[in-house]
Nanobody
């Protein structure tokens, strides 16, 4: 059974940092891109960042470039999203997803259940 389990969300103040984790299990993800998406209340799900599991290539949304960093630990089958200089606009449920492409939610094959990040001003 394929599972993506996110953790690390919470309530922080503007300017703080958080690190999200996505633990993957149930299959080999070496040919996949691991994506992070987020969805704020009343808004559509949007792309945040992605990493190629095999090559380590990284992709970011313009809104998080320079503040967020995506990384992976192959030995632990875990992907991380380091979020610095958080803003109230970053408040959302953050989802981990695996697919053969990046950026497009419809192209993801597997999804986690999400972890809530709340940034207070």
């Amino acid at each position: 059974q394929v599972q993506l389990v996110e953790s690390g969300g919470g309530l922080v103040q503007a300017g703080d940092s958080l690190r999200l984790s996505c633990a993957a299990s149930g299959r080999t993800f070496s040919s996949y891109y691991m994506n992070w998406f987020r969805q704020a209340p009343g808004k559509e799900r949007e792309f945040v960042a992605a990493i190629s599991w095999r090559a380590g290539s990284k992709y970011y949304a313009d809104s998080v470039t320079g503040r967020f960093t995506i990384s992976r630990d192959n030995a632990k089958n875990t992907v991380y999203l380091q979020m610095n200089s958080l803003k109230p606009g970053d408040t959302a449920v953050y989802f981990c997803a695996a697919g053969t492409i990046v950026r497009l939610p419809d192209g993801m094959r597997y999804w986690g259940k999400g972890t809530l990040v709340t940034v207070s001003s």
